[in-house]
Nanobody, 120 residues
Framework: VQLQASGGGSVQAGGSLRLSCAAS????????IGWFRQAPGKERVFIAN??????????NYADFVKGRFTISRDNAKNTMYLQMNSLKPEDTAVYYC????????????WGQGTQVTVSS
């Protein structure tokens, strides 16, 4: 599985961005896909994830993004999205998409990351 993240950029606080993660190499059926971020000098942290299967779109969010970020996927386009609203300067980070099988404890496949910068 190859993952390609895009959509990062620079916005002012309160603004919005939508990140995309295009998957290739195989179908993601049976996978769970997610977004992580890493701020300068900090560890990479979980943001949100969602099941790829059409019949189960269950998702999870980190508390610090609940109500502001929304994860979704377009199975036909083999693409995952992260809609980010009400952005804050502390959201500044490199954002990564990742995928793992439902039985895996950790994420196996990672995208290259896309930079998001939020200015006050």
């Amino acid at each position: 599985v190859q993952l390609q993240a895009s959509g990062g950029g620079s916005v002012q606080a309160g603004g919005s961005l939508r990140l995309s993660c295009a998957a290739s190499g195989r179908t993601l059926s049976g996978y769970r896909i997610g977004w992580f971020r890493q701020a300068p000098g900090k560890e990479r942290v979980f943001i949100a994830n969602i099941n790829w299967s059409v019949g189960d779109g269950s998702s999870n969010y980190a508390d610090f993004v609940k109500g502001r970020f929304t994860i979704s996927r377009d199975n036909a386009k083999n693409t995952m999205y992260l809609q980010m609203n009400s952005l804050k300067p502390e959201d500044t980070a490199v954002y990564y998409c990742a995928a793992k099988t439902l039985s895996s404890a950790s994420y196996t496949y990672w995208g290259q990351g896309t930079q998001v910068t939020v200015s006050s």
